[in-house]
């Protein structure tokens, strides 16, 4: 019997971050995520290049696609071919202000 109050460790649910796959064209600079970004906020975000991590904000930035942060732009074009991946870490600060009128 243990002393410890509340959830065991091991009881714990700890699901895998989502992991997104792109392959560069040497011309598109865009790619649209399948999750949002919570956000908009390029920091809750791990960008990959043929596996050398790309800096937020300098390397990339999120815009959105009609109301939706998933719209992942890289600051110059991916060459052919390069190996992009996208993990999410889930939520970090909010950066995104809402629209007018919708807070009362």
């Known amino acids: 019997m243990s002393s410890y109050i509340g959830a065991q460790s091991n009881n714990r649910v ?9 392959t560069g ?3 598109t ?3 649209t995520l399948t999750n949002e970004v919570p956000g ?3 920091d809750n975000i ?3 290049v043929n596996n050398v991590i790309q800096e937020p904000v300098v390397a990339y930035s999120i815009g959105d696609s009609g109301n939706s942060p998933v719209v992942l732009t890289f ?3 991916p060459a052919n071919g390069d190996s992009i991946y996208v993990i999410h870490r889930g939520i970090g600060t909010l950066s ?3 629209a007018a009128g919708s807070v009362g």
Not at 14 to 22: A, G, I, R, W
């Open 25 to 27: 064209t040497g011309s």
């Open 29 to 31: 600079t865009t790619f």
């Open 14 to 22: 700890s699901p895998n971050f989502v992991k997104e796959n792109f």
């Open 46 to 48: 791990l960008v990959v």
């Open 75 to 77: 600051t110059s074009t």
């Open 40 to 42: 908009g906020n390029p």
């Open 96 to 98: 995104r202000v809402p």
